[in-house]
């Protein structure tokens, strides 16, 4: 999830979960309002903040109504999607890739197509993990997040680390969605103008800072207006869910078999409320909370980062490297010292003559915080900014930006202002309302809750107006749907996932106490073997279940 200016974004690695920034939510064709109510905070199964409290206080928040499924008969105007034959190919070194049209509006089907990508890792004859058997069950399809990640290349690059037992009854698939990728990608800006973007000032002191923030916002949308025409109207979560239906449907598979990660759990989810009698198999891991408005997403988010904070600054303080004090309280006190100083004097770094500024400090710290695999180059990237080189904060920063070497931008920050942008109205009218909120925000969260309050006005001026609003999602009738949380999550708040877990009808909510940013395949066996054997045999792991330390 991005956690700057709204843009949920790219990935720590491939085999995490794409990153984003508030939920985004989407509806159905009656769409239901905004909430303005705050997360309930997290506690034990029987605690105010479990699941069905969590989930209570969602429908009590006025306007927000459950997601109607859609029709179980498929419309005539759109059989001959249904009716498509995947043409499968070798591609990429073992894989095999196909392409295949959905309409671009799906309430006027005759308006135009969109071309979309998806790749398979076929069953393996035999594996040798957790419930290996013999038995074909089907596709799993898999979701990395964003929204704007790449489900063809997550797939591609996690498919040989799978279970061995998954492996050997599924085929592992990834269809890059609409407007992401290689499905009709959006693109807004070039690279020299992104790297603009990424450096604007995102905590103006006076009224030309604030201007120029607003003209980089701006630039972005027409920019996307520009060059994504007619699509930036058609990229909502509503339809890339109805999209995998179609996916589901021409892979001969009854239900949807899914692994959601991040912003994919929302995708997930939205499928299961859409489609509910067609939900097979789901599991959706560092969960998003589809009943919150944009601007308590935005701040809750930013707790969750503070949380994350936290916990850096507590292992930090017990090394000997760490460059921010002996104490959480002085790793906060030195951090909120550099960031002002690199405002008041952006940092050389040795990238081309490059300058680390403020907003990119901050986003390489927020990088840092999806995994704490990270936090060894965290404390080098400080103690160097501290003696004056901001190269290696540069590089967290290019690296959740997904910049290459040459410059270049994919288009994965594009595709997420644009999903986003559509799934919920803008949190702020304009700077203003911004002022108004910074002081909410930071207290949810000193350290970033004033970045993070700025970073949420790029959709105040997206040139289309948004289709969803906050709502929940029940999927009456899905089957078991399993969602995990992980308690010390920087970018889905352990909240969330108690909040969706409690919200769907058939909603199992496993927990790992832990650190970082969602948690199926990473390092736990107890959350890897409960989600494989939900998997292989269809048992979801008994609610409240809690893995980890």
């Not at 690695?13 to 939510?25: K, M």
């Not at 076929?122 to 704007?148: D, H, I, K, Q, Y």
């Not at 085929?171 to 070039?190: F, H, I, N, Y």
Request: glycine fraction near 12%; charged fraction near 20%; proline fraction near 7%.
């Amino acid at each position: 999830m991005r956690a700057e200016r709204g843009r949920r974004g790219p990935a720590v690695a491939a085999v995490l979960a794409a990153g984003l920034l508030v939920g985004g939510c989407s509806s159905s064709s009656s769409t239901p309002h905004p909430s303005s109510s705050d997360t309930i905070a997290p506690g034990s199964p029987s605690s105010p903040g479990s699941p069905s409290a969590v989930a209570s206080a969602a429908d009590a928040r006025p306007g927000v109504t459950p997601l109607e499924p859609l029709p179980a008969a498929v419309p005539a105007a759109l059989a001959p999607y249904y009716a498509q034959r995947l043409a499968w190919q070798p591609c990429d070194e073992g894989f095999e890739c196909t392409t295949f049209t959905v309409p671009l509006d799906y309430d006027h089907p005759a308006g135009g197509d969109l071309t979309l990508s998806a790749v398979r890792a076929p069953a393996v004859p035999a594996g040798s993990g957790t419930g290996a058997g013999s038995g074909r069950l089907g596709s799993l399809l898999l979701n990395p997040g964003g929204p704007g990640g790449s489900a063809v290349d997550y797939v591609e690059a996690v498919a040989r680390t799978y279970d061995g037992g998954v492996r050997a009854r599924y085929d592992l698939v990834g269809v890059d969605p609409r407007g992401v990728g290689r499905s009709a990608p959006v693109t807004c800006l070039g690279g020299e103008r992104m790297d603009a973007y990424s450096a604007a000032d995102i905590t103006p002191d006076d009224q030309a800072e604030i201007d120029a923030l607003v003209a980089a916002d701006k630039e972005f949308a027409e920019g996307c207006r520009q060059r994504a025409g007619d699509r930036l109207g058609h990229l909502s979560t509503v339809e890339t869910a109805r999209d995998l239906d179609v996916l589901r449907a021409l892979l001969g598979d009854e239900r949807l078999n899914y692994v959601g990660k991040s912003y994919g759990t929302f995708l997930g989810a939205t499928y299961a409320g859409l489609f509910p009698t067609r939900t097979g198999r789901i599991v959706l891991d560092g969960a998003m909370d589809p009943s919150l408005d944009a601007i308590t997403g935005n701040r809750t988010q930013a707790g969750g980062f503070e949380t994350a904070w936290a916990a850096f600054a507590q292992d930090c303080a017990k090394r000997e490297d760490c460059p921010l004090g002996r104490t959480e309280q002085q790793a906060g006190e030195q951090l909120t010292a550099l960031f002002k100083a690199i405002d008041a004097q952006p940092l050389t770094t040795a990238d081309g003559g490059r300058r680390l500024t403020e907003a990119q400090a901050t986003t390489g710290v927020i990088q840092a915080m999806y995994a704490d695999f990270l936090w060894p180059r965290l404390r080098t990237a400080l103690a160097d900014a501290k003696t004056g080189d901001g190269s290696g904060l540069l590089k967290l920063s290019d690296s959740y930006y997904e910049r290459g070497s040459d410059g270049s931008y994919p288009n994965l920050m594009f595709a997420n202002m644009a999903v986003n942008c559509l799934d919920l109205p803008a949190p702020f009218t304009g700077p203003g309302d911004v002022q108004q909120a910074v002081a909410d925000f930071e207290r949810t969260s000193p350290r970033f809750g004033r970045d993070m309050a700025w970073m949420a006005l790029t959709c105040t001026y997206w040139p289309v107006k948004a289709t969803g609003a906050a709502h929940t999602i029940r999927a009456a009738g899905a089957a078991p749907i399993v969602v995990v949380g992980t308690t010390r999550d920087p970018a889905t708040p352990y909240a969330w996932a108690q909040s969706l877990a409690g919200q769907l009808e058939s909603g199992r909510l496993l927990t790992y106490e832990g650190d970082g940013h969602t948690a199926y395949g990473r390092h736990d066996a107890c959350v890897d073997g409960a989600v494989n054997r939900y998997l292989l045999g269809g048992e979801p792991p008994e609610q409240g279940k809690r893995c980890g330390a």
